[in-house]
């Protein structure tokens, strides 16, 4: 079985600082790793997602993960935030099977000008 | 290409009466997924479909029944709503098993008095 831990249900930075959203996963298998991003009133979008082979994944609107297997995370960053940033963020891990996928409770970043 | 469509977007029960929710996806894809959204606990999966004609049980399923008897299409259905069944429901779509990325639609708040 799988689940994920998001540390930090709220996160605050300022226009252009550094992003971090960390996730950490559990699993029994090798896991499959996904961000999706929520905007209000809206469905969840992928950001990202980590299959097989590069542990850097590089996703839309310039956000990037690396997954570490030996310290089971998979933390989302971006080097200089956006004020359309502002949004909920969520990790999800599963493993060969979507079915079993979970999903973390969620971080919702907030950007201040 | 609409992708994933939820209806309704908002609704509002009284405790006992049902409802039903409807799904529908045009991008042909196999496995369909209800999920609930509540307030720090990200999304938990209630049903879910590996093709037309099958449903199975996910980790929430209590309470809720589901029917996929066209592929593009996937209900969930409120026999008798309590309370506790109030949240965001969300449909989500996946061209196959895995692991793969899934298409949200933008959910239904229902509230249940």
């Known amino acids: 079985a799988q689940s994920v831990t998001q540390l930090g249900s709220h996160v605050s930075v300022s226009e252009g600082a550094l992003v971090l959203l960390r996730c950490n996963y559990s699993?029994?298998?090798?896991?499959?790793l996904f961000w999706y991003v929520q905007y209000p009133n809206q469905g969840l979008q992928l950001l990202l997602k980590y299959t097989t082979g590069a542990t850097l994944v590089k996703g839309i609107n310039g956000f990037e993960a690396e997954f570490k297997k030996s310290e089971t995370s998979f933390h989302l960053t971006k080097p200089s935030a956006h004020m359309s940033d502002a949004a909920e963020y969520f990790c999800a891990v599963t493993g060969s099977n979507n079915n079993d996928m979970r999903f973390g409770a969620g971080t919702r970043l907030t950007v201040k000008p | 290409n609409a992708g994933v469509t939820q209806t309704p977007k908002f609704r509002v029960l009284k405790t006992g009466q049902s409802m039903t929710l409807l799904c529908a996806q045009d991008m042909n894809h196999e496995y369909m997924y209800w999920y609930r959204q509540d307030p720090g606990m990200g999304l938990r999966l209630i049903h879910y479909s590996v093709g037309e004609g099958t449903t199975a049980k996910g980790e929430v399923p209590d309470g809720y029944n589901v029917s996929r008897l066209k592929k593009q299409n996937f209900l969930l259905g409120l026999e008798s709503a309590a309370p506790s069944q109030t949240s965001v429901y969300f449909c989500a779509s996946a061209r196959d098993r895995g692991p793969r990325p899934q298409h949200f639609g933008d959910g239904t708040r229902l509230s249940i008095l």
């Open positions: 699993s029994s298998v090798p896991p499959y």
